[in-house]
């Protein structure tokens, strides 16, 4: 293209000064023919004009001559060295690197030629650089859990991540910053939070449905240190939230648990310091005294049985056994109790049971807890049978009594601590109510699982899981 370019400006530049020579030959020569008319030097000047005519061709020959080496300087110069980078350029787009011709003195467009190579290739790897930082940032945004959103100074949405869309459960009409935070009854100002002097960020908590949110908001600048927009970062906090209420309830219950034997413990030693009363009486106060005693000591132990499974700090110690020997074991230990309310206690193996991996000792305490349940909450002469079998990969025990069950609603809180059916029944026989989230606890680190099936007035039905070996 550029060689046409050059072919086209050596023709207008030969036309041009072609033209000029010749209207300046036959201007000049026609004004001479007009004196000589006029004057009578008809000969003379018919002389010069030939002489003119002469000089315009020589001049015509002379000025196609400069006009040619010029234009072979040009072309060597500048036309060439162009066409060359423009043959290049492809290459140099894709980082292919130029070879020269060493015999060829290099030139000011050559060095050009490999400078906007090297720049080229710089400013390729560069930009490549800010893609994979770009795509990082992105990846990162779109994965986390915690809602991040991005407005301009007019309070547009210029980024939003899908945790955040799901978190304010946003619809398409949500797109500015007063109408997200608006929606949620959050008291925020762009202005304020953007301009406040000496402000790092702001925290604001916010609930959306079920779910309890902390929401904060921070400003960000640009290069010149003006502030550019705000960036909110949103993170759900229902979790934290319902064990911060599970723990103040814990207290509370512990206290609760606490107070009431110390009551009754402080009421009757006072009153037998105050008088004197027949040896019957100071016998029933010592009885009262000495069973809050040990329902407080009982509770006591298993606060500290619960707080060692939550810090794991129990000493587990894992071995294999025979669990049909171990639930034989675990009802002759309560034989006692049993007998006391005149059940009747059938325990059947219905399968060759492999040996079974786990806490002994932590088991044992599972099974006891729950056949002392059973036990307890079963009227007497009730009937109470275990089954010890294998399904699959897991061994089980199966307690099914017809004791007066558990109300529907009340299963599915069963395992919290402190959770009592019957408060009063359940203080009344000395229940904690800590056994089964001790339980609980023991089969989670065990790897067992625990399903509680009961109708109120009808009995109950306790499995218990545990893989075997």
Known sequence: MLRNVQLKIILIFGIIGIIIISFIGTFYGMSLKQVADIEGYTEVINTQIRNIKYITV????????????????????????????????????????????????????????????????????????????????????????????????????????????????????????????????????????????DWTSLEQRATVEDKYLKIFFASFKDEKEIPSGIMVVIQDITEHVKLDNMRKEFVADVSHELKTPITSIMGYADTLLESEYEKDMQDKFLNVISSEARRMAKLVTDLLTLSRYDTNKVKKEITEFDLGELVKKSQEKLQLEINKKGHMVECFVTANVPPVKADRDGIERVILNILSNSIKYTPEKGTIKIYVGFVYNDAYIKVIDNGIGIPEDDLNRIFERFYRVDKARTREMGGTGLGLSIAKEILDQNNCSIDIKSKAGEGTEVVIRIPTK
């Open 58 to 197: 020589i001049a015509i020959i002379l000025y196609g001559v400069i006009t040619t080496l010029i234009s072979i300087f040009i072309s060597n110069t500048i036309i060439n060295p162009i066409n060359k980078l423009i043959k290049d350029a492809p290459k140099i787009a894709i980082g292919e690197k130029v070879t020269e011709n060493k015999d060829k003195k290099k030139t000011g467009i050559d060095e050009l030629t490999n400078a906007f190579g090297i720049v080229t290739n710089e400013l390729r790897e560069n930009l490549g650089e800010v893609n994979k930082q770009k795509n990082q940032i992105e990846t990162i945004l779109l994965h986390m859990t915690d809602g991040i959103i991005a407005f301009d100074m007019e309070g547009n949405i210029t980024h939003i991540n899908p945790a955040a869309t799901e978190l304010l459960k946003l619809t398409e009409g949500d797109n500015s910053f007063d109408k997200i935070f608006g929606k949620i009854n959050v008291d925020v100002n762009l202005e304020k939070t953007v301009y406040l002097e």
